[in-house]
């Protein structure tokens, strides 16, 4: 039985539209993938952000840092010269006193009989020698019988002029300008010679000690100046005036001396100071104090950017610190230095560098970050 011709024709003809289809369906799934495959693939590498900021290097002071305390520049103990009573005292602990000043008053009464005796003694040689002069003129002693009597009468000026003294040594005096520091008798006391009575101090010039390393000996020297920050919170200026020739054998370190101008006493002795001598300059950069960073080899340094944004690490070495951060050197004369982000990079590696915004800079928050600026 033969088909009919339109049948043959229609079924060739679904059958061609059908395979039209899944050709078309099978091309746009793999158009679809094509393009998936496409937006996952990366269009460029991203590079890690950094901040930073641009510092340049200019003359700074070098500096030493010592610690120390102040002290008297002299203090001494005020003792009695001859035996006696201690009968008055008329100056109050802590008040200012001249050189010269009466400290202490002995009792009087024994030493002011002594010189009484003492002339008395004097009086009667004087009036021996007298009469064997005049026996002697009318020749009834002979010469050399003077002899005797006139020194009768040295031995008893001398005897009244140690008398004398002796009656001076009851009132004891303040070898200096300085402040009464300590009463160390009451009235009252027996003062055998050599029994302290007071204790002076002298606070004009003040002086100041400190101590030297063996690093730091040979680079101060005698007539410096010294900028001095007390633990009063009084800043003062000092210049040297001693340093130790022999180290201590214990600390290995050498002894300092500073002499600080103090007429009006407002400076007290015993106050912990710290002390800054300027060694000489260098040209310096200053550095936020939280940059600073160890390479591989344990080494101080900083991290920072060159002009084809790579990360590169400089050796420094501190020469000094403020509030505003640390003074280094050993990194280039005009740096782009990485204040931020520095721990997520490699040295070697290409980083895109921000530099930091004027409210960064003032402690505010790094979010406002302007593009970035290459160094010429």
């Known amino acids: 039985m033969k088909l009919n011709s339109s049948y043959l024709l229609a079924g060739a003809a679904i059958l061609i539209v059908g395979a039209w289809f899944f050709i078309g369906s099978a091309g746009k799934d793999r ?11 990366p269009t460029e590498t991203q590079l890690p952000t950094v901040v930073v900021r641009t510092v340049t290097s200019e003359v700074h002071p070098i500096r030493l840092t ?5 002290l008297p520049n002299r203090r001494v103990e005020v003792k009695a010269k001859t035996p006696a009573s201690l009968v ?3 100056v109050r602990e802590g008040t200012r006193v001249k050189r010269g000043d009466i400290i202490c008053r002995q009792d009087v009464d024994a030493r002011q009989a002594l010189v009484d005796q003492a002339k008395a003694q004097l009086a009667k040689a004087e009036a021996d020698l007298s009469a064997t002069t005049t026996l002697v003129e009318k020749g009834y ?3 050399t019988s003077l002899n005797g009597d006139r020194a009768a009468v040295d031995g008893a000026r001398a005897s009244l002029k140690q008398a004398q003294i002796e009656l001076g040594n009851v009132v004891l005096r303040a070898p200096f300008s300085g402040i009464y520091e300590n009463r160390l008798a009451e009235v009252g006391d027996y003062l055998s010679p050599g029994m302290p009575c007071a204790a002076i101090v002298e606070l004009d010039p003040l002086k100041l000690e400190a101590e030297l390393t063996e690093t730091q000996v040979g680079q101060v020297e005698i007539g410096q100046t010294v900028d001095i920050q007390l633990a009063t919170g009084q800043t003062v200026t000092g210049t040297v005036s001693f340093i130790e020739s022999v180290a201590n054998p214990a600390t290995r370190t050498f002894e300092m001396e500073m002499s600080v101008p103090n ?4 400076l007290k002795a015993g106050v912990s100071a710290t002390l800054n001598l300027k060694i000489g300059e260098a040209m310096a950069s ?3 104090s939280g940059v600073m960073a160890l390479d591989e080899n344990g080494a101080t340094g900083i ?3 060159d002009a084809s944004d790579i990360v590169r690490f400089a050796t420094i070495k501190q020469v000094d610190e403020t509030q505003g951060g640390i003074w280094v050197m050993g990194i280039p004369a005009r740096s782009r230095v990485i204040i931020e982000g520095q721990d997520y990079v490699t040295i070697g590696s290409k980083v895109d560098p921000r530099v930091e915004s004027a409210s960064s800079r003032d402690g505010a928050s790094t979010a406002g970050l302007s593009s970035n600026r290459k160094l010429d």
Do not use: F
């Open 286 to 288: 200053l550095v936020p």
């Open 31 to 41: 158009d679809i993938y094509a393009d998936i495959d496409a937006r996952n693939q």
């Open 141 to 143: 002693r002979a010469p």
């Open 66 to 70: 010592s610690y120390g305390r102040t």
């Open 263 to 266: 007429p009006d006493y407002a």
């Open 88 to 90: 008055s005292t008329p």
């Open 303 to 305: 991290r920072y950017v």
